[in-house]
């Protein structure tokens, strides 16, 4: 089945700086990818996702890059905000299978 | 997006006693939803998928005995923690996908489980 890994597992930074969460991916079936946003003890909630067909999307401050190739994507989010501290998953989703990363706590500091 | 919510948000059961957890689409008839359990700052696991009017597809290592999934109408599929244990306690999470293909997927809420 699908691996799927993702580092940082912890990222700290400044207010107004920029973060990147990167994640691989093993099954190359794998052909929607989606970021999730989980605030602690709430559900996960879907802040980006992009298609195997396309290779990078950008919805204001937050953008995300597909290398098919290489199997990987990531999450950039620019002019981070203390309001953007929270757990970011990343997934693939091979047929209807999600498999998610292992996570990363984005902590913005003020 | 659809909504899904859960019931119960949080349940503290005794060693030993069954949990049931229910899973509503609200606005979406949902043929497949799945069920994830979450521990303490780690990532969501897949339990099962659940089918409505089948039998549920479980995940490796998920016990099918201990955790039964019943999903009977559209809208509506249940999670039994059976004979639960203190291991058991956990954060479950459902969702619906969009299509049941390679959609979006929606989550409830979650139901906190801690066994005693």
């Known amino acids: 089945g699908e691996n799927v890994e993702q580092h940082p597992s912890t990222l700290s930074v400044q207010e107004g700086d920029s973060a990147v969460i990167k994640c691989t991916y093993s099954?190359?079936?794998?052909?929607?990818f989606p970021w999730y946003k989980q605030e602690l003890g709430k559900r996960p909630q879907l802040i980006i996702d992009?298609?195997?067909?396309?290779g990078e999307k950008k919805d204001q401050r937050i953008a995300v890059t597909l290398n098919k190739t290489a199997k990987h994507f990531s999450l950039h989010i620019t002019e981070t905000q203390p309001e953007d501290s929270a757990v970011y998953f990343c997934?693939?989703?091979?047929?209807?299978?999600?498999?998610f990363g292992t996570g990363t706590s984005l902590t913005v500091i003020p | 997006g659809a909504v899904v919510s859960q019931h119960p948000s949080r349940v503290i059961c005794k060693s030993g006693t069954s949990v049931k957890i229910e899973c509503r689409s609200l606005?979406?008839?949902?043929?497949?939803m799945f069920w994830y359990r979450q521990f303490p700052k780690q990532s969501l696991m897949l339990m099962a998928t659940?089918?409505?009017?089948?039998?549920?597809?479980?995940e490796q290592g998920v016990e099918k005995d201990k955790f039964l999934i019943n999903h009977a109408s559209l809208t509506l599929s249940t999670l039994t923690v059976t004979s639960a244990h203190p291991e058991d306690s956990s954060f479950y999470i459902c969702s619906i996908s969009g299509t049941g293909a390679a959609d979006t997927q929606y989550f409830g809420p979650g139901t906190r489980l801690t066994v005693l």
């Open positions: 606005d979406f008839q949902a043929t497949t």
């Open positions: 099954d190359s079936a794998s052909n929607y």
């Open positions: 659940s089918n409505e009017g089948s039998k549920a597809t479980y």
């Open positions: 997934a693939a989703i091979t047929g209807n299978q999600f498999y």
């Open positions: 992009i298609r195997s067909n396309v």
